[in-house]
């Protein structure tokens, strides 16, 4: 079954500053890979994926995330960090179980930005 | 192009008794998934649906079931409500076979 590691439940960071969450993952094929943000009391919104194509991906809001399989790593930064990115980050992997494909997430980590 | 909508957005039940969650599709999307995210967890997969039948289980008892009507949309349904079972629930639709699923905004749950 497929994992996912999510390197720090709370990151806090200043406004400006560069914002690095961490996400490692195991699969035993190539994986596709997601990750979601979640604001207060709110469903997930679609950030970014990889789906075996180019292994730097660029998402909404200005985030990326780089897949690295000799690390089994997809970590999602920003360049400079905005109040409007306090939230909380999901990353995903995709398992296939039967046909259907189920989404295995990670425990979460909340973002802070300080003004 | 309509999102994933969810009914009720909070609710409130005592142990024991049942409750019925219900979920509309982003339109044009017939596979549904329903996750249970816990406070402070991540979503955990509960079940997908499609062409109106389970297609694809987590690791959660029979109290929770499913079903998916014929214009996709699709209820979860969960009976003998534990306190445990207070959580987020998040209903996701795609195309089946798609690698994206999008989430509605979610029903909170309080088992009293």
């Known amino acids: 079954a497929q994992s996912v590691t999510q390197l720090g439940s709370h990151v806090s960071v200043s406004e400006g500053a560069l914002v690095l969450l961490r996400c490692n993952y195991s699969?035993?094929?190539?994986?596709?890979l997601f990750w979601y943000v979640q604001y207060p009391n709110q469903g997930l919104q679609l950030l970014l994926k990889y789906t075996s194509a180019a292994t730097l991906v660029k998402g909404i809001n200005g985030f990326e995330a780089e897949f690295k399989k000799s690390e089994t790593s997809f970590h999602l930064t920003k360049p400079s960090a905005h109040m409007s990115d306090a939230a909380e980050y999901f990353c995903?992997?995709?398992?296939?179980?039967?046909?259907?494909?189920?989404?295995?997430f990670g425990k979460g980590t909340k973002l802070t930005v300080n003004p | 192009e309509t999102g994933v909508t969810q009914s009720p957005t909070h609710l409130i039940k005592t142990r024991g008794q049942q409750v019925t969650l219900r979920c509309s599709s982003q339109?044009?999307?017939?596979?549904v998934s329903w996750y249970q995210q816990a406070l402070g967890q991540g979503p955990q997969f509960i079940f997908q649906?499609?062409?109106?039948?389970?297609?694809g289980r987590g690791n959660f008892p029979p109290r929770f079931s499913g079903l998916q009507f014929p214009n996709y949309s699709s209820e979860l349904n969960v009976n003998a409500l534990e306190l445990d079972d207070s959580a987020l629930y998040l209903c996701a639709s795609s195309y089946w076979g798609a690698d994206t699923q999008y989430f509605g905004p979610g029903t909170r749950l309080t088992v009293l």
């Open positions: 649906y499609y062409r109106e039948e389970e297609n």
């Open positions: 339109s044009g999307h017939n596979t």
């Open positions: 995903a992997v995709s398992e296939s179980q039967g046909g259907s494909e189920k989404l295995v």
């Open positions: 699969s035993s094929v190539p994986p596709y």
